[in-house]
């Protein structure tokens, strides 16, 4: 098969195109650059697509043999991630920045200016499988739990699995990755994985958003409407959220109270007791299967509401408006704009964007 890596400057990338060139496929490196601001360094392990990753990318590439380049997705990825991100926090919700970027960039955009190119598939360093199932490719999880990436590919649809290749899926560990780039060589094998959110490469998100929504003073209020402090900006909350709130009315009965909601039309934001947190029911409009469509509408699944969570035995329904999922015990701390990804198994049958969630418990319970 003609093989576009995506080449990130990392290890795990690195270790992807060595094993496909290894495979015999014809294989071509690309770098993606997704930022304009051409001074910028990764610190650490925050950040990633900088230009000291590009050149890493660059230098595996030249030790594997295989033409490199570098495309600049900046625009697409300025309209489609950052400012997806920052508009979902105008509107009081949680987005998954990981995951839009697979969808938009890596399995969307890249995607198809490969296929136009000729390439028959797009391989990446994630940690997921497929299997071939009886409707087509399956989505699956990786042998390595810890470092399972099939969360954040759940927005794959059909189209885009049969056009895509999963190298490090079967890898036991990463351990294994980075003794396997010691052994070929390649300089990035010791190189500490990336976190936090690739164009907040310092991790000050507050910060980064109070510049680009801009803060406003608004009250806390609790599940009454009772003011019981104040804040420098809605954006800077999110659901489930303890720390920080430096409430100026304690709870009647002593206990710490978190953040149950967060009201952008208003600048408001809601707490109330950690069992107000528990949720019953989930549902969403913008859904997506990763493969074959489930044949029924109503089935037992799993489901997952972020990318290191425990999945919890669910029944989801399906209809013409959307997905509706009904844990069989309440999930912890959901906040509209999360993901939430199904599975069967190891199976990842698809996704959807949360909007609307069921408190699991009484609005007067709730309501300290």
């Known amino acids: 098969m003609r093989i576009l890596a995506a080449m990130s400057g990392g290890v795990d990338s690195a270790v992807a195109a060595a094993r496909a060139v290894e495979a015999g496929h014809d294989v071509v490196g690309v770098h ?60 009081g919700r949680t987005p998954n920045p ?37 409707g087509g490719l399956e989505l699956h999880r990786a042998s390595d739990g810890a470092k399972d990436q099939s969360y954040v590919l759940g927005v794959l649809n059909a189209e885009q699995l049969a056009h895509t290749y999963f190298p490090l899926g079967a890898t036991p560990s990463k351990a294994l990755v980075r003794e396997e780039a010691e052994e070929r060589g390649l300089s990035v094998a010791q190189k500490p994985d990336s976190h936090d959110i ?105 489901v997952q509401i972020r990318a290191h969570a425990e999945p919890v035995p669910a029944t989801a329904f399906v209809g013409g408006s959307g997905v509706r999922v009904v844990p069989d015990a309440p999930l912890d701390g959901v906040a509209p704009g999360q993901s939430a990804v199904l599975y069967i198994g190891t199976r990842v049958l698809g996704q959807f964007t949360i909007d609307t969630t069921v408190s699991a418990v009484p609005e007067a319970v709730a309501a300290g």
């Open 98 to 134: 990981c995951l839009r970027c697979n969808e938009k960039i890596k399995f969307a955009a890249l995607l198809e200016r490969a296929i136009e190119l000729g390439f028959d598939a797009v391989c990446t360093g994630h940690y997921a499988t497929l299997v071939a199932g009886e």
């Open 198 to 302: 690739c164009f907040i490469p310092d991790g000050d998100t507050r910060g980064w958003l109070a510049e680009k929504v801009g803060a406003e003073q608004g009250d806390i209020v609790d599940r009454s409407g009772a003011v019981v402090g104040s804040h420098e900006g809605a954006h800077a909350f999110t659901v489930g959220q303890r720390r920080g709130l430096k409430l100026g009315v304690p709870a009647a009965d002593g206990k710490p109270r978190f953040v149950l909601e967060v009201r952008p039309v208003t600048n408001t934001v809601v707490v109330g007791p950690k069992e107000a947190l528990a949720i019953a029911e989930i549902s969403g409009e913008r859904f997506s299967w990763a493969g074959a469509a489930p044949a029924a509408v109503e089935f037992g699944c799993e």
């Open 32 to 91: 993606l650059a997704l930022s304009r601001a051409g001074g910028t360094l990764r610190t650490g392990s925050r950040g990633c697509c900088t230009i000291e990753d590009a050149m890493d990318a660059r230098r595996a590439a030249d030790l594997l043999g295989i033409p490199f380049y570098v495309w600049d997705f900046s625009e697409r990825f300025r309209d489609d991630v950052i400012e997806d991100f920052v508009s979902e926090y105008r509107a």
